[in-house]
């Protein structure tokens, strides 16, 4: 940016440019753009190190939670790769390495129905868990580290059992085909979170910078602790323990340091119940700090946009009397309380915004057991309030089923 000073008679007019609110040079204006001496002094290692690690305009282009998840995200990163050496170490002796017995066929054959398991595991996964990994991004997040810890146990496991060798090989890749999947999709999910100023390429690059950092430094770890315990079982697996346990707590402390300012259902969960305890509104700090990892939590039995044919036999009268009064209505959406859930039915011009207006309301209604219409009162009320304590409303993350309904008028 630049900024003129002042002109005055006596004194030259001079510019100063800035860089990301730092100081870069000053100039003079003499009928020409001379620099002035203050230029900006060189860089220091810590200036050069943030350059190349950390995303453009940092702290200003990311979210405020930033720094904290990536600290916790790399010491995680650094454990998973200490498990990682001793697991890839088990495979190997288990496939032969070593062995004068073993054949290059059989580790083939190995090798292929690992690979064929992950794949077909992961075709699998995406096709029935995709559309909920937006949604709750820290619940997958932190099942993906599990399974990835898992899979590593289960390969640690593979040699002491020769004859299951190939089946335990193939349950970790089925472990490990969804950790790739959920691992991600989740990360897209958070840098798309992470980045203010429509930089979600350099946040990503960035995170991959760090993420080699961190490799590189346990690579030369594990060049350390490898030809210690590749004889000694006993060491094994206390080192893998011990890694596991620590990468596993680092996972939970870096969800947890997440502060999502889009809702989702659990969200909507507790900002409701805290809401109905004493009329106060959560900010997105206080809320994501009280969101389930692992449960629905108050928004239990919500569903939002579900097909109709899918509810129909628990429908009534008076909840067909509901439709036909909604689908002749300018309304965008309805609310159907029906046998402890309440479903929420959209038309097609629905906006997100539409969706956590109605969605709120159904958990204000699951929560009182009252009339619709004082819920969606509730929920009017509920939302500017919100946007004061700094939530965005125009967007949300919530589990659609994607259905609408509209009347056809020609019948």
Known sequence: ???????????????????H????????????????????????????????????????????????????????????????????????????VGNAAATAAAATITHLLRDATGMVTGIGFAWLQGSDLDNNAKQWRLIADILNDLSMFIELLSPLFPSYFVLLVCIASFCRAIVGVAGGATRAALIQHQALRNNMGDVAAKDGSQETLVNLSALVMSLVLTPLASDNLLLTWCMFVSATCLHIFCNYLAVRSLVMTQCNGRRAGVLVGRYLDNQQV??????????????????????????????????????????RTFASSSNDGCLLPVHGMVAIVLKPDATPNTSLLYFL???????????????????????????????????????DHGHRVSLDKAE
């Open 361 to 399: 309301a159904a958990v204000f209604l699951q929560q009182q057991k009252t009339n619709a219409e004082k819920c969606l009162a509730q929920a009017r009320s509920l939302l500017p309030q919100m946007v004061e304590k700094g939530w965005e409303v125009e967007r949300c993350q919530l589990f």
């Open 282 to 323: 959560l900010t997105p700090t206080q809320a994501n700090a009280q969101e389930p990892l692992f449960s629905n939590g108050a928004s239990s039995g919500v569903v939002l946009a579900p097909s109709l044919g899918s509810i129909s036999y628990l429908l009534g009268p008076d909840d067909y009397e509901t439709l």
């Open 21 to 96: 609110g730092k100081l870069q040079c000053k100039y003079k204006l003499d009928n020409s753009l001379t620099a002035s001496k203050a230029a900006a002094p060189g860089k220091s290692i810590a200036g050069v190190f943030k350059e190349v690690f950390l995303p453009q305009g940092y702290p200003s282009s990311v979210s405020n939670d930033y720094i904290a998840y990536q600290t916790y995200d790399t010491a995680q990163a650094f454990c998973s790769s200490i498990s990682g050496t001793l697991a890839t170490q088990a495979v190997l002796k288990g496939v032969g």
């Open 1 to 19: 940016s630049l900024s003129a000073h002042p002109s005055t008679p006596t004194m030259a007019q001079s510019l100063t440019e800035s860089k």
